[in-house]
């Protein structure tokens, strides 16, 4: 089972969710429905990865993420101005007796390789990013990172899901915390899972923000979706209408507790701080595969 944790906008509490959620399953193996299932978690949100600072694994292997970009024999390059006008990104360019490549805008297509008509193009490799793997306790732990200037996510979102998922055996549960937004590297975390749990906020923004994420995850790519509401009882009633209009379940609420607000500055999960929310996060993934069942 792959749970994913999105949000339409940052800053809604995201990250909190899938830790918690992630460590109160770490905790459950007394429940039927947990143990015996392997347990790991995906920090997708390759920007800015801070799912360990909560987590605090035991990081022990990393790789880098690369693709790759064109590199121009100036020996051989005619500059026919080809690459650049194939180029979709406007990563080349041909000015005078020189082509440019600009490598942040670059995404690896190979277009332009395939196009230069005397074959003054030859790859070579761009690293974008890494990827790390660890443990907490017994769930598995992964996460990237993407290097400051790199202009695409995606390539690394989707290593990260690749090193965690593609060769799992056996029964598991997965949570994947996705960046923010609704852009390419949100959708690519959120492919071919079984469940999209959007945390929002009860304000025009968080609702603004939640239509697009909702559209995407359950319109787009065809999954059902839940609604966890953080900061309960601020702004107004228009994310609850919009659920009931469009029939998506409010899975759990958070009220706005200074008390959370002081754990999350001190890098100290919510269930450490109020042990309560243990079984509040464990009925939270009941539902959830209540809903998937469905
Ligand atoms: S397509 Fe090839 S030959 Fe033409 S400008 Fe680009 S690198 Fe040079
Ligand atoms: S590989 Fe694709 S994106 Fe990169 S410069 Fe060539 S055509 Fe543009």
């Given at each position: 089972m792959?749970?994913t944790v999105?949000s339409?906008?940052?800053?809604t509490?995201k990250t909190?969710i899938a830790v918690?959620?992630a460590?109160?399953?770490?905790?459950?193996?007394d429940?039927p429905?947990v143990?015996?299932r392997k347990l790991?978690?995906a920090?997708?949100?390759?920007?800015?990865?801070n799912?360990?600072?909560?987590?605090?694994?035991l990081?022990r292997?990393?790789?880098?993420?690369?693709?790759?970009?064109?590199e121009v024999?100036?020996?051989?390059c005619?500059y026919c101005?080809r690459c650049?006008?194939?180029c979709?990104f406007?990563?080349?360019?041909?000015?005078?007796?020189r082509v440019i490549?600009?490598k942040e805008?670059?995404?690896g297509c190979g277009s332009?390789?395939?196009?230069?008509?005397?074959?003054a193009?030859h790859?070579?490799?761009?690293?974008?990013g890494k990827?790390?793997r660890?443990r907490?306790?017994s769930?598995?732990?992964?996460q990237?990172t993407?290097?400051?200037g790199?202009?695409?996510?995606t390539?690394?979102?989707?290593q990260?899901?690749?090193?965690?998922?593609d060769d799992?055996?056996g029964?598991?549960?997965?949570?994947?915390d996705?960046?923010?937004?609704?852009?390419?590297?949100?959708v690519?975390s959120?492919?071919?899972?079984?469940?999209?749990?959007?945390?929002?906020?009860p304000t025009?923004?968080g609702?603004?923000d939640?239509?697009?994420?909702v559209?995407?995850?359950?319109k787009?790519?065809g999954?059902?979706v839940?609604?966890?509401?953080?900061r309960?009882?601020?702004?107004?009633?228009?994310?609850?209408?919009?659920?009931a209009?469009?029939g998506?379940p409010?899975?759990?609420?958070?009220?706005l507790?200074?008390?959370i607000?002081?754990?999350y500055s001190r890098?100290?999960?919510l269930?450490?701080a109020?042990p309560e929310?243990r079984?509040?996060?464990?009925e939270l993934y009941?539902?959830?595969?209540?809903?998937?069942?469905?």
């Open positions: 792959i749970i999105a339409g906008k940052g800053g509490g909190t918690n959620l460590l109160s399953l770490l905790g459950a193996s429940d429905t143990r015996g790991i978690f920090d997708c949100d390759v920007e800015e990865p799912a360990a600072l909560f987590l605090n694994p990081l292997e990393s790789q880098e993420v690369a693709f790759q970009i064109p024999d100036e020996e051989t005619t101005g650049a006008q194939v979709e406007h990563a080349i360019a041909v000015v005078g007796q490549v600009f805008l670059c995404h332009c390789t395939l196009e230069c008509p005397v074959g193009i790859e070579v490799p761009y690293v974008i990827i790390e660890g907490v306790g769930m598995t732990f992964f990237g993407m290097n400051i790199v202009a695409t996510a390539p690394i979102v989707r990260v899901k690749h090193w965690a998922l799992v055996q029964d598991f549960i997965a949570i994947l996705a960046p923010p937004g609704t852009s390419c590297p949100v690519e959120l492919k071919n899972s079984d469940f999209a749990l959007m945390v929002t906020e025009p923004f609702l603004h939640l239509k697009l994420a559209q995407v995850a359950r787009e790519l999954m059902p839940g609604v966890i509401i953080n309960d009882g601020i702004g107004d009633a228009g994310v609850e209408e919009f659920c209009q469009e998506v409010i899975l759990m609420r958070i009220p507790d200074r008390r607000a002081e754990a890098g100290e999960p269930i450490s109020l929310y079984e509040r996060f464990l009941h539902r959830i595969q209540g809903e998937i069942d469905r």
